[in-house]
């Protein structure tokens, strides 16, 4: 007897607080929030190794530009994909798997303007950043305008080592 009037208090204390319950599926956002984080938390430990393996000389903050939803692609100094940031699924449907080892040049196809394409393959021969917006290609052949601020990387006795770019989804 004495659980069932207990049981009775505890639900009109509830009731007289006026909670209000949360959906199942609201835990879905907290997992998805949960999942950019640690994408980004493991993106910027495995460029801040990148940034120690090949002594850049740089401030860049990597976590910041992860967290806004910017895509990371690095590369050697011959252009190939040595890094892209777990984000890069987001944007483009490739995983970072499947895009190292490759050229940028993968994301392009018949619709990428090609002065803009000369305009960013100079700027790369002559080691200067350079900022463009450029039409690529998802993994499902959809195209998207892709936002590129790309720089040379120098280690600390001033030789190229890598290049790299932030990316974003350009409106």
Known sequence: ??????????ARYHNNMNLMSLPLSSWSFYTSFFGKIRNSVGDTSLLETIVAQNKW???WSFNEQL???TVIVVTDAS??????SKNIVEMNGYIPEE???NSPKMFQGKLTNDKISREISIAVKEQKPFEKVIINYCKDGSIYKCHIKGYPVFNTKGKLTNFIAFEKIAA
């Open 99 to 101: 895009v190292i080892g």
């Open 67 to 69: 967290q806004d939803d």
């Open 1 to 10: 007897m004495e659980f069932k009037e207990y049981e009775k208090a505890v």
């Open 79 to 84: 252009l190939k994909i040595v890094f892209a």
């Open 57 to 59: 000389k740089t401030t």
